[in-house]
């Protein structure tokens, strides 16, 4: 069974926050700036490591797991992670080979919009089909837990569209994720948990 | 006494070495002992080794320096093992009081390896001609620890966050302790390479009873001299690192009182 | 295992030709200084031939410090870094090829120039291949405590004025046993001595300093 079973205590942003997640939910973690959303997806990703309590990722400690199973985790911060000197090819290509992906490239890169830009380099492009770029990349990792923050940022209203529909995609095929957002409103649809902060 | 309460004892005492308030009790209750202690022992060494202790008859009285030369250089040394185990052991058991302990010494082992880098150079000065090479080579080594201790500091320094500047300069000081015996090693390897081991050789006369013992209670001397000071600090680190908790404010309300 | 060290030196190398003037200021800076010494000091052909080893050798040392400060903070600037913190690769693993592709455009284009400076220093013709070897063996040390170095300011802004301190205390061995390799290659004497505590300190720092530059680099960005 997949499992995830969040505990935060003491110091910090976060105090004696507690949820579980079974396949097939999206949990929408929603709060003001500053409240602690990046934070927690930090935490929950293993990039940093509670001041107290443990996140489970299918019975072992998130921050402890081997590297074979992280690929079982995608997470995507706040910063897009690509090459500005590579072209957006260039960049998914790594994305796929480093995280041996399966996921086909020309389908998630068309649904996107981005056929036209793949061999310009990510410093030519907009915020918002820099982000596209990072989505793509995102979904190109097999994992079965998606930590998206903030995916929304600098996407147009057909981007949103996009991102929706992958996270009902994903949770129909099982999979968990968790979506940091201070607009619930566009993700609601999409979310069958909130955790306010 | 069998095995079990034995090692429940060692993990208590291990887990009460991690409980703030207990070793600043402690340090607190040290700390007068080790005072007087290394006061009395620094006074009898200093009157034996400068007063009783007969002159050299290579280097007549020049010699006398050792009494504060070679226990600063062994504490600048001994200092830096200590700073990096203890950055080490709050590195991997993420236990805060020991990096306050690596704190502490930090300075301390820099203010003891500048005393000996000056020390060492006032005794080179009237034996320059004999070891020259051995001097000079073991004067950079102490330099370069002392830029060590220094860069540890500066490092420290540069972060806003006491937590990550604990973790980041802790594992400084565990790589740096890595280089202590490399370059301890290469300055007995450069010395060979260069003239030939004839000549890393004792200065004068094999070291006699009238000079050993005074050097010995001059070690022990500054040694409880470095804990005294070791003990004052980490209470001061203690008090910063934990003064938004009960028992700090209880102890101010009580020393107001 | 080495796939991953392949995908991670391709990408460095074909990254660090796509910025080739960043890559190229640290040589450029080399041939600087060591023709600026002469300058500096007097351009009598024994003094040269006295000092040319240890300006060699500060040249190549300063030229690495000046190379080794974009080997972390462009990826941990763009957000790659904490891909890769969470790849499904050891850490250790990624900083290792991290560290190569350091060592190839910055230690391996030294091996070509330093000989040149050399023979501009009237040292003899016969000594080159020990020192080539010499900085074969002495340049996988630097870039690994460049590593270090790096990895322990990445997360600080003003990170590049403090790695000097930090890391040039570290560099004594090396220094000392190049330099006497250089020397001793010049007098036309056996070298075998310095280029096997060149290459102990070189195994020394491969083997350990690729875990401990992952451990600071994941510390920095915690």
New interface residues.
Partial sequence: MTSLEVRRGGIGLLRDLSFKLSPGQTALVTGANGSGKSSLLRVIAGLAVPAAGRIDWRGSAVHRLPPEDRGEIAYLGHLDGLKQEFTVDENLEFCRSFWKGREPVEPLVAEMRLESYRHRNIRRLSAGQRRRVALVCMRLKPARLWLLDEPLTNLDTRGTEVVIEWLKGHAAEGGIAVVSTHRPKRLETAASIEVAL | MNAVPMRSRLWRAFHQLGSPPYVYRLAGRLAPWLGVASCVLLAVGAFWGLVLAPPDYLQGNSFRIIYIHVPSAYLSMGGYVLMAVAAGIGYIWRMKLAHGVAVCVAPLGAWFTALALVTGGIWGKPTWGTYWEWGDARLMFELLLLFLYIGYMVLRMSFDEREKADRVSALLAVVGVVNVPIIHYSVEWWTTLHQGPTLIREGGPSITMDMLIPLLIMLAGFSLFFGWLLCKRLQGEILRRERRTRWVQNLAVEAAA | MLD?VR?ILL?DL??AF??WSEMATPLIFFVIIASLFPLAASPDEAQLRSTGAAVIWMSALLSSLLALDGLFRADS????M??L??????LGLVVFAKIVAHWAVSGVPLLVLAPLAALSFYLPLTALPELIAALALATPTLSVLAA?GAA??V??R?GGT?IG??I???T??VL??GT?ATE?AALGEPVA??LY?LAS?AV?AVS?GPP?TA??VR????
């Fill in positions: 991953v995908q990408r074909r990254l796509r910025r600037e763009d957000g790659s904490e891909q913190i969470l790849g499904p690769a050891p270090i322990l300011t997360s600080l003003a403090i301190l930090l040039l205390p570290l004594g061995p000392i046993f006497r001793l001595g310095p505590l300190v020394l350990l401990i451990a600071a510390t920095a960005l915690e």
